[in-house]
């Protein structure tokens, strides 16, 4: 971090502001975006903004901190980059130009990684992230595995995810505690009712159960009968197999029969 950046400014933790220092992995990471309609996260100083100058045909740059709105405007001049200052999901889609067929390049901020992964999915965007080595470990996860979860689930419903590499914890300013991963996710543009996540959500609570055993567990959100519960549980198909050795595409449709079982009660 430079000297302007020392003294004028103060990294803010509430805001997962940890910065690229990398040349090197910005431009890789940059040329994932050679010819199209860029969207990037939380520029911070800018290093990823420049590359995608470089590379992407336009560049929409959202920025939340006040200070590093004005300081991109000053220190980046390209005809290529538009910067917006603003919380990234209040921004609306003409004004991020989905229309162009966008693919958003960034270094997510760790604590809005789950929110971002969420409207990815909604919106039917690819994006080339980098985001806390946990966090994708989880995303990739596969049944029967300790980091398998609701995160692996939507994540393999949702997109076709391709984990590019891990990024070390030092090449960020301030530095932080854990290390990075970079993934690159291609939506299948699959809807998946809300209700349904609702119910897989709970199954995924429970993921060492059997399927019966957490619906059982489950009754208190579901607000029925339990005689009603317990009979809709000895119903299912894969009553019981554990919840963690199924499948994402099992689990949905274990999901979804649940909601539509549980509106016939009503």
């Not at 391709?162 to 290390?179: A, E, H, I, Q, Y």
């Not at 059982?216 to 963690?244: C, G, H, P, Q, T």
Request: some cysteine.
């Amino acid at each position: 971090m430079d000297a302007h950046m020392a003294i004028y400014f103060f990294p803010k933790k509430s805001m997962g502001q940890n910065f690229l220092m990398n040349d090197t992995i910005a431009e890789s990471e940059a040329m994932h975006g050679i010819g199209r309609h860029v969207i990037e996260i939380g520029p911070g100083f800018g290093m990823l903004t420049k590359k995608l100058c470089k590379y992407a045909a336009s560049v929409i740059a959202v920025e939340k901190d006040p200070y590093l709105f004005e300081r991109l405007k000053r220190t980046i001049k390209s005809r290529k980059v538009r910067f917006i200052k603003a919380d990234f999901f209040d921004v609306a889609d003409n004004e991020l130009e989905l229309g162009k067929n966008p693919i958003v390049i960034a270094n997510v901020p760790y604590n809005i990684s789950g929110k971002v992964i969420e409207w990815l999915s909604l919106k039917g965007v690819d994006a080339l992230l980098c985001l806390q080595k946990e966090f994708v470990d989880r995303m990739v996860a596969k049944p029967g595995g300790r980091d398998y979860s609701k995160l692996s689930v939507i994540t393999s419903l949702s997109f076709s995810a391709t984990r590019l590499g891990d990024v070390k914890k030092g090449n960020f300013r301030p530095m932080p505690k854990v290390d990075s991963s970079l993934i690159y996710l291609k939506p299948k543009n699959m809807h998946i009712d809300p209700e349904a996540i609702k119910m897989l959500d709970l199954l995924m609570q429970h993921k060492k159960k059997t399927v019966r055993k957490a619906i059982i567990d489950s009754r208190y959100y579901l607000k029925k009968d339990k005689n009603k519960i317990v009979a809709m549980a000895d119903a299912l198909k894969y009553k019981e197999e554990r919840v963690f050795n199924l499948a994402p595409e099992v689990l949905l449709s274990i999901s979804e029969e649940i909601y539509a079982k549980q509106k016939q009660m009503s």
